[in-house]
């Protein structure tokens, strides 16, 4: 099992991303698959989710309402679009898998990608 996240760079204040996740080893659809990150001398957090099924996501307050998590299962990859970014969401994104059916903590997350580097600066 691994995952490939890509898809990171240097963006200025209000621009955009997309952050790519690519699976291999196993089916996205038989997993949820959440995007995480880490900012310079922070904790590791959760930024979104999307179950197997495709059908329930859910957000972190922080980028709610300027980020779209989607999954493309011909390509067995997750995106991440991020718009209107801020200097404050400047951090290393991972993506993860878990096998839960709705996972609820970072510690029912069984795979984690190595990250990419998103930075949020003018």
């Known amino acids: 099992v691994q995952l490939q996240a890509s898809g990171g760079g240097l963006v200025q204040p209000g621009g955009s991303l997309r952050l790519s996740c690519v699976a291999s080893?196993?089916?996205?659809?038989?997993?949820?698959i959440g995007w995480f990150r880490q900012a310079p001398g922070k904790e590791r957090v959760f930024v979104a989710v999307?179950?197997?099924?495709?059908?329930?996501?859910d957000y972190a307050d922080s980028v709610k309402g300027r980020s779209t998590i989607s999954r493309d299962d011909t390509d067995n990859t997750l995106y991440l679009q991020l718009n209107s970014l801020k200097p404050e969401d400047t951090a290393v994104y991972y993506c993860?898998?878990?096998?839960?059916?709705?996972?609820?903590?970072?510690?029912?997350?069984?795979?984690w990608g190595q990250g990419t580097l998103v930075t949020v600066s003018s």
């Open positions: 999307i179950n197997a099924s495709g059908r329930r996501t």
């Open positions: 080893g196993f089916s996205l659809d038989e997993y949820c």
């Open positions: 993860a898998a878990s096998r839960r059916t709705w996972p609820t903590s970072r510690i029912a997350y069984n795979y």
